[in-house]
């Protein structure tokens, strides 16, 4: 025995206090002692699969030019392609070409001739050109009427003229040309010359002192569907669909 007055085994290490080891809230030789319970993570919650299908609406911008009636077709759209809204964006006559090599309209509905360069252009229907004229015209005793007709008529052509006709032996107006084709057919309706148009243009500025009547030895006028070669999106294409009369299960071609 040493003198420190701890006993120590064999291997000097000390030796456990026996009263240590049966003090109250020991653990039995052998047992492993228990761990704490956590509480099991809840997976967080990922997308629904319902809103991963919803598709985001989005707007396929169509230009018209003046007497342009797409009403038919805007209304076989909004059953088609409930989620992608059509906004009609109006186009003069002038700006038309601009207006799609810019961007500002995926398609339009033009009036040709077009410069159809980068274009694909689709005529869609023919417009036959009416003379507008007062109601105390002495024309409008015909039921149609011939360019020979207008010989020695005050002939109006308005700044955003789309026929460029040329009628023989017509009288030049003495005045500037009207802004556009409404002020002309007021000008006309006050009893002063004609004004030629496309018959849509006509009826577009309709008024109870004017008339009209068809002109039939002059060409037709054209509305077409035009759009960008290069930028022909699947709105694009679903309108052409449209407008060729495809179904809605019918395949491109």
Known sequence: MSKGGSSRGRTGKPRRDASATRSGGAKKSGAKPARAQRPTPRPSPGPSPVAESVEVPQAFTLGAIPGATPGKWIDVWKERMPLTALELIPLSFAEQRRALVDGDVEAALVRLPIDAEELHVIPLYDEVPVVVTSTESHLT????????????????????????????????????????????????AAGVG??????????????????????????????????VAERTTPSVEAFVGIVRGRTANSSRG
Do not use: C, N
């Not at 006709?165 to 017509?170: N, R, Y």
């Open 141 to 188: 005793a015909a039921d149609d009427l011939a360019l020979s007709d207008l010989a020695g008529e005050v002939v109006i052509v308005p700044q955003d003229d789309v026929l460029g006709l040329t009628v023989p032996g017509g009288v030049a107006a003495s005045f500037a040309p009207p802004a556009d084709t409404g002020e002309a057919v007021a000008i006309v």
């Open 194 to 227: 004609v004004v030629i148009v496309p018959m849509s243009l006509a009826r577009l500025h309709h008024r109870k002192d004017a008339e009209y009547r068809v002109l039939r030895d002059a060409p037709v006028s054209t509305v077409a569907l035009a759009w």
